[in-house]
């Protein structure tokens, strides 16, 4: 074809899976690349299991990664609809041009009769499949079922002799036996086509020129490949790229932790760092380059780097390349990312105050939502710690002692700003009372921050200002008033 059309399908049952969407965007990138269309079209077959908002988490994941579409649902196309719900007279004529050219016929099979089938070819350890009994009824026969109103399915009728053959342009020539190979429902019983039947007419009609979908699906290359041979129609380019899988050499799930991109999203993942990994996810430029703008993505994208391997899903890696894009992202865009986080979790932040943080914070963010647990004592009013977290391997005497010294040195203060000058005078206060720094700083942490670990503790200081940091001390030392 002159121009490359390319499509995501996916089915509306929830939010889609990394994997899914690791295609999606080769496909988006191959699109790009090529000049061509990215077309979004929503494959719900399958009613029972498509969920309310099902399409909306598709959209909002591909938005999210910003993976824009050239026709879809929404903004429609010359090739529309792009539901395929919505497209049922298309597939039934299709199927009935099948059966007039007699490459498809009616299937009347009850499913019990099925079930009983597929229970005695399993006793005899042959493959379950139909075994054809409906394919070679007479004409009388065939009447008889209509006259009774038989819930009926329409199947293609498979070529009995010679082989099926696929250009893979990842994994070459794919061929299977037709003997092999099922007669496949096209119709259900129910009206609606099945996925193997409505996929083919509409990639035929929406004249898509490749097909790119995982190595999960190359068993059912056979009868995709027989329904455009049956229709006399040219096959497009098919490529099956390889599974995702988790770090112990299983297909992802949700075992292994997040499993779709709004999961991610949520958990404080950037869509720069997502893409720029996924693209790496069973595709490589060199065996060097790591890092790729989107642009460079788009324009060093060909479908021969895609790799023939299962690929694995590394989230080492994934908050390692996170990490890097959240310290290349400007501070004021950085505050205005990690906000979020704080509010959602209940925390009065403030964009000021976040954008204070952000020196102490960004080279220790693998994810926007580690904000929460890095920094949440700044946006309380109360903190809760034990008291002994003060007193530490010390005694509640010596603890005062330190917490008063610093007391008087932070009032002399109007502003914490000169962090370094502070610092130096606590430190001298600490050797007047013998104490080391690590004990007197550690008494003064906890005061300030609840924690014996936290952010640099004059950095907090900063950032909370006189006015918060004087009342925590303040509070401090009459716990260990009271503890003494």
């Known amino acids: 074809m002159a121009q490359v059309r ?56 591909l938005r999210f990664l910003g993976l824009d579409w050239d026709e879809g649902p929404d903004i429609g196309g010359a090739y529309g609809p792009y539901v395929q719900s919505q497209r049922l007279p298309i597939y039934h004529a299709h199927a009935q041009q099948l059966i007039s050219s007699g490459h498809a016929y009616y299937c009347y099979c009850t499913p019990e009769r099925l079930e009983q089938m597929r229970r005695e070819q399993q006793a005899r350890g042959e493959p379950t499949r139909y075994d054809l009994r409906c394919r070679f009824l007479s004409p009388a026969e065939r009447a008889a079922h209509e006259r009774a109103g038989d819930a009926k399915v329409v199947r293609l009728a498979v070529p009995q002799e010679g082989k099926t053959t696929l250009h893979d342009f990842i994994h070459g020539d794919l061929t299977i036996a037709n003997k092999d190979v099922d007669d496949q429902v096209l119709i259900k019983s129910d009206g609606f086509p099945t996925y193997h039947f409505a996929v083919v007419v509409d990639d035929h009609l929406m004249q898509i020129s490749h097909v790119m979908r995982a190595d999960e699906w190359i068993p059912s290359f056979p009868k ?21 899988l988790g770090p112990d050499k299983k297909k992802l799930s949700k075992r292994h932790g997040a499993t779709s991109v709004i999961q991610f999203r949520d958990e404080g993942y950037l869509a720069e760092a997502l893409v720029n990994f996924l693209a790496l996810v069973g595709w490589s430029y060199d065996d060097k380059t790591e890092i790729f703008t989107r642009q460079q993505l788009i324009d060093l994208f060909t479908l021969d780097k895609i790799g023939h391997a299962p690929a694995v899903f590394d989230h080492t890696k994934l908050d390692w390349m996170n990490g890097y894009y959240i310290r290349a992202l400007p501070d004021d865009e950085l505050a205005t990312r990690l906000l979020p986080f704080l509010e959602r979790a209940h925390l009065h932040a403030d964009a000021a105050t976040v954008r204070e943080l952000i020196p102490l914070v960004r080279a220790r963010l693998k994810k926007l939502s580690d904000i929460v647990a890095l920094a949440d004592y700044i946006f309380v009013d109360d903190l809760e710690y034990a008291v002994q ?96």
């Open 6 to 61: 390319v499509r995501f399908a996916p089915s509306p049952t929830g939010a889609p899976h990394i994997g899914s969407l690791r295609t999606a965007l080769f496909v988006w990138l191959w699109a790009r690349h090529s000049g061509g269309k990215f077309i979004l079209r929503v494959e719900d077959t399958d009613q029972k299991r498509e969920v309310e908002n099902g399409l909306e988490l598709i959209m909002d994941s």
């Open 224 to 244: 995709h490949v027989l329904l455009y041979q049956a229709f006399g129609w040219d096959i497009p380019m098919h490529g099956h790229v390889p599974d995702v």
């Open 389 to 484: 977290s003060l007193i530490g391997k010390s005694d509640p005497t010596t603890a005062l002692a330190a917490l008063r010294a610093a007391q008087a040195t932070l009032e002399k203060y109007p502003s914490f700003a000169d962090e370094e000058k502070i610092e130096a005078e606590l430190r001298v206060d600490a050797e007047q009372l013998g104490q080391k720094n690590a004990q007197f700083f550690g008494v003064l942490r906890v005061a300030v921050t609840g924690r014996t670990v936290s952010l640099p503790l004059m950095g907090s200081m900063r950032v909370l200002g006189r006015e918060k940091t004087l009342p925590r001390i303040a509070r401090a030392i009459a716990r260990l008033e009271n503890k003494a």
